[in-house]
């Protein structure tokens, strides 16, 4: 009788999964603020992002296709450090992604619910979520220091506060 409740058990959890799987995440969630969570390169150890790693990656979708990316690192003396990667346009249409131009393949980006998207670039697979809360003042900042340059002390202590908790 046990092993049949086990079984019964295991066959519902994987019909939710699969389930929770095919839930289809309207395109439109993809705008917004992101901050890389982690990275791993095949065959390699998973990179976790935040402060213990004193590395984030930041991405940002406008609701017009504007489009900023940028590392930040923190330095060993406490600084922050935005590192412009690029800045364009980007579009996501039916699932389907393109970045500055350049396409993707199918799964290469996938909105996984409205806060998490797994991507993949090369041999490195990457989990992003949704910065919701993070401070308009940051956001803006950053997107601009992908077309400028310069860190003021206000900023790098809202990127202390946002991003290296």
């Known amino acids: 009788m046990k092993k049949m409740l086990f079984i019964l058990a295991a066959m519902l959890l994987s ?3 699969m389930n929770a799987q095919t839930t289809k995440v309207a395109d439109k ?3 917004g603020a992101w901050l890389m969570e982690s990275m791993q390169w095949e065959g390699e ?26 590392e930040i690192a923190l ?11 690029e800045y364009g346009t980007y579009t996501f ?17 996938v909105l996984v619910d409205k806060t998490t998207f797994k991507g993949r670039w090369r041999n490195r697979h990457d989990v992003w979520k ?7 003042k940051l956001v803006s900042y950053i997107v601009n220091c ?18 290296f908790k």
């Open 45 to 70: 150890k998973k990179t976790v992002c935040g402060r213990e790693s004193g590395y984030a990656q930041f991405k940002y979708y406008g609701p017009d296709g504007e489009y900023a990316c940028a």
């Open 75 to 85: 330095t060993k003396d406490g600084k922050c450090v935005v590192m412009p990667h």
């Open 130 to 136: 949704k910065q919701t809360a993070m401070p308009e």
């Open 15 to 17: 019909a939710a999964g």
């Open 93 to 109: 249409k039916n699932g389907v992604y393109t970045e500055m131009g350049r396409k993707t393949n199918d799964g290469d980006m």
């Open 146 to 163: 992908c077309k400028y340059k310069s860190t003021p002390k206000d900023i790098q202590l809202l990127i202390k506060e946002s991003m």
């Open 29 to 31: 969630e993809l705008v």
